[in-house]
C-alpha cells in the first residue's frame, strides 16, 4: 500500500472520530481496516499534517499529544476526571487571544493555547451518584447509632 493510501486512511478515520484521540487510539481502529500500518507510520504522518495545519495537534504538559481532524478555529474543554475532550460551539475570540499572547512580549508568543477544564456529563452523573451513596450510608449509620443507644437506655 503506498504513502498516499496510507496517510488518506489515516486523515478520513481521524475525521470520523470526534474523541480527538492519541495516536495509539488511532492506530487501535486502524489496524483491523490497514493491517500493513504502523503506529509509526501513524505517528509520522499525524505530525507532518499538524505542521502543515491540515489537523490540530492537541499538546498539554505531561500528557499524551491528541489530534483533530477539524482544523477550523474552536476551543476545547477537557473533563478534569477522565480526561475526555470536547468541541466548544463557543466562537474563537481572536481578541482574548492577541491579548494573552502581547502579556508576555519577551516570550515572543504567536499564539495562546486556551482549554477549558471542567466535569463531562457522564462524569458528572457518576460523581452525583457517589454523593448519593454516600448520604444513603451516612443516613444507615445514623440510623444504627440510635438503634444502639436505645439498646443502651433500655438495659438490653
Ligand atoms: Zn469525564
Ligand atoms: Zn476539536
Not at 43 to 50: Q, T
Not at 69 to 81: F, L
Not at 99 to 114: D, I, K
Request: proline fraction near 4%; hydrophobic fraction near 35%.
Amino acid at each position: 500500500m503506498n504513502k498516499t493510501v496510507q496517510r488518506e486512511a489515516i486523515l478520513s478515520e481521524l475525521r470520523k472520530m470526534n474523541t480527538h484521540p492519541t495516536a495509539d487510539e488511532l492506530y487501535a481502529v486502524l489496524r483491523p481496516k490497514v493491517p500493513q500500518i504502523s503506529l509509526g507510520t501513524i505517528y509520522r504522518n499525524l505530525e507532518d499534517m499538524a505542521n502543515r495545519g491540515v489537523i490540530r495537534k492537541l499538546e498539554l504538559t505531561g500528557r499524551q499529544k491528541r489530534f483533530d481532524g477539524d482544523a477550523s478555529p474552536h476551543y476545547h474543554a477537557r473533563c478534569r476526571e477522565c480526561d475526555r475532550i470536547f468541541n466548544l460551539a463557543a466562537p474563537r475570540l481572536d481578541e482574548v487571544d492577541k491579548l494573552l499572547a502581547s502579556l508576555m512580549p519577551e516570550l515572543g508568543c504567536s499564539g495562546v493555547y486556551l482549554e477549558w477544564s471542567g466535569l463531562c456529563p457522564a462524569c458528572r452523573e457518576k460523581e452525583q451518584q457517589l454523593q448519593n451513596q454516600k448520604a444513603k450510608e451516612v443516613e444507615q449509620d445514623e440510623k444504627r447509632e440510635v438503634v444502639s443507644l436505645s439498646a443502651v437506655r433500655t438495659g438490653r
